[in-house]
């Protein structure tokens, strides 16, 4: 049976509000919310039903998507005339926030801030589109420390907040270990220290940590430090995958703008095969856009072990969504949301019914 795997990012510690703010996203990349229109290719042709559209994403690889889709100037290509706006959040809630604000029409994001922003607005204020891609999250432990599994007990683990997708991935992996540790203060069999991503590196090399369960890049960040990878999340999953991040739009921009969406839908899908076909052109791509982003790219030592672990797909995985929240729940860290109509996958596929490809799964939580 799969352990747990969930993506709620950025939690509250509140008891009291943290059901309210469990989807909060921890970043994990290293650049900072940030408009950005620079390099964006021009709009040219017919204009759809919007002028524009505004996009937001995390400049980390587990949103390829948008990176390689923005450098590439795939998206902006199946707009034509409508010009593509990007805006970059380091953080689920600052992104769901925009979204409800009318500051960004569609964005990437990981389920937790999906499921909290849909439950919060009793279903009225977003609907997941599209997938984007799955896995890309590691245990990574002190050789030195830690050799197996086993040894995990009494050792201090870091993940990126309380209530976030690895952190209840790794509570929920304690649990089935048969260990015990307080969701809350962290305290138990196993030590887990919330530490943002940015930090996590240096709190390991000072040795404040014996190791962490989190996304690339911090994983491979950590590998470069000496860290040696214990265990794939994806290794506890049917077929080794599980949604990281999917497209999210606002409701009233879908119902307004369908033509809008239909062809981010077009350029994600096309993306994502660009992606599949040219992996190493695409790696490139992606770094390219980073430096863009945070005027930084990664270095090889850690974009070159961090890609190849993350999957790129155009099915959302809807079963999976569904999993993670019944694992936050099983924690205590949310009170059962209802999900129902959370997914909206009919311009999806038609995308994929008309490129000849079977149609994928809302595993019952779409639209009726």
Known sequence: MPAIRTT????????????????????????????????????TGKKLSADAVRLGYFPNLTHATA???????????????????????NAGPSAIEALNAGSIDIGFIGPSPSINGFAKSKGKNLRIVAGSASGGVKLVVNPKKIKTLEDLRGKRIATPQLG????????????????????????GDVLVVRTDNKITPDAYSSGSIDGAWVPEPTASKLVSQGAKVLLDETELWPGKQFVITHLIVAQKFLKEHPDVVEAVVRGTVETNAWIGANPDRAKKSANARLKALTGKPLP????????????????????????????????????????????????LNKVLKAAGRPEVSDAGLGIR
């Open 164 to 187: 976030n997708t690895q952190d209840v991935a790794f509570l929920n992996w304690i649990a089935e270990k048969g260990w015990k540790t307080d969701a809350q203060s962290g305290k």
């Open 67 to 89: 990176l390689v889709g923005e450098q590439e100037g795939i998206l902006q290509k199946k707009l034509g005339g409508t010009l593509l706006k990007s805006t970059t959040f």
């Open 300 to 347: 090889a030592e850690i974009i070159d072990p961090a890609w190849p672990s993350i999957r790129f797909t155009d099915d959302p995985l809807a079963a999976t969504l569904k999993t993670q929240a019944d694992h936050a729940v099983q924690a205590g860290l949310l009170k059962q949301p209802e999900l129902a109509g959370i997914y909206d996958l009919t311009i």
């Open 8 to 43: 709620l990012r950025r939690g509250a510690v509140s008891a009291a509000v943290l059901p309210l703010l469990i989807g909060a996203l921890a970043s994990c990349g290293y650049g900072s919310e940030k408009d950005d229109d620079s390099t964006a290719p021009a709009a």
